[in-house]
C-alpha cells in the first residue's frame, strides 16, 4: 500500500484479556518500529526491526509485551495479559535503510 | 543517554503571527533531528529533518528550523501561522543503528491557533 497500515484502528479489551495489533509497513522499507504513545505524551520507542539482525527490544516495558516480524514484512506487537496502564495509541512506522521514518495512523488500545 | 526536552507544553498565538517552537537536545556525536506535526487523532507526519550540511533546513507547510549546536537546540519557525497548524509538535533525535533510526522523541508543544 501507499502508506504504514495498521490494524484495529481502535480495540477495546477486558483488563487480562490479550491483544494483537498488527502492522503493515510500506513496501520495500527494511525497518520496522513499534512506539507508544500515552494520552497527553509523548511517544515511547518500544522496538525496531532492521532486515535480518537481531531486533532491539530495549523499550519494551516487560515481558507481557512482545513482537514478531515476517522477514521484511507484517508485524505484530502482542500484549499479554492487559492492564489499564497498556491503554495508549500503538504507532507503527517503517523506512528504508538509514532513512526517513514514516507512521501509520496508530491503533488505538482501551483496555477497561 | 539520548534526549529531547520541549520546554513549552502549550502554546497559543494568533493567526497570522510568528511561531518559534523550542526543542533542545542531549546526544554525544552529530544529532540526526526531526520535526513531526501530529493532527487530532491522526499518526505523525514528517516536517523536516536535519541529517548534515546547511543548519537551517526547510521543511513542509512553510516550516523551518535551525540547528544550533553550540545551543543544542533545534527551534521549529513559521512566519505566519495558518489555522490549520493547529496541532501537536514533536522535536526528535536520532541514532542509526544498523541502517535503523532509533528515535527520541520530546513530549510535544500543543499548538492553539486564536482567530
Known amino acids: 500500500g501507499a502508506g504504514v497500515s495498521q490494524s484495529p484502528s481502535n480495540k477495546v479489551t477486558e483488563k487480562g484479556k490479550d491483544v494483537e495489533l498488527r502492522c503493515d509497513p510500506i513496501?520495500?522499507?527494511?525497518?520496522l518500529y513499534w512506539y507508544r504513545q500515552r494520552l497527553g505524551q509523548g511517544l515511547e520507542f518500544l522496538i525496531y526491526f532492521q532486515g535480518n539482525s537481531a531486533p532491539d527490544k530495549s523499550g519494551l516495558p516487560s515481558d507481557r509485551f512482545s513482537a514478531e516480524r515476517t522477514g521484511e514484512s507484517v508485524s505484530t506487537l502482542t500484549i499479554q495479559r492487559t492492564q489499564q496502564e497498556d491503554s495508549a495509541v500503538y504507532l507503527c512506522?517503517?523506512?528504508?535503510?538509514?532513512?526517513?521514518?514514516?507512521f501509520g495512523e496508530g491503533s488505538w488500545l482501551t483496555v477497561v | 543517554a539520548q534526549s529531547v526536552t520541549q520546554p513549552d507544553i502549550h502554546i497559543t498565538v494568533s493567526e497570522g503571527a510568528s511561531l518559534e517552537l523550542r526543542c533542545n537536545y542531549s546526544?554525544?556525536?552529530?544529532?540526526?533531528l526531526f520535526w513531526y506535526v501530529q493532527s487530532p487523532g491522526q499518526g505523525l507526519q514528517l516536517l523536516l529533518k536535519y541529517f548534515s550540511g546547511d543548519t537551517l533546513v526547510q521543511g513542509i507547510k512553510g516550516f523551518e528550523a535551525e540547528f544550533k549546536r553550540s545551543q543544542s537546540s533545534f527551534n521549529l519557525r513559521k512566519p505566519s501561522v495558518h489555522w490549520s497548524d493547529a496541532a501537536e509538535y514533536f522535536c526528535a533525535v536520532g541514532s542509526l543503528i544498523q541502517g535503523a533510526q532509533k528515535l527520541v522523541f520530546g513530549q510535544g508543544t500543543r499548538l492553539t491557533i486564536n482567530p
Open positions: 512506522a517503517s523506512s528504508r535503510t538509514g532513512n526517513t521514518i514514516y
Open positions: 546526544y554525544g556525536a552529530t544529532p540526526y
Open positions: 513496501s520495500g522499507h527494511t525497518a
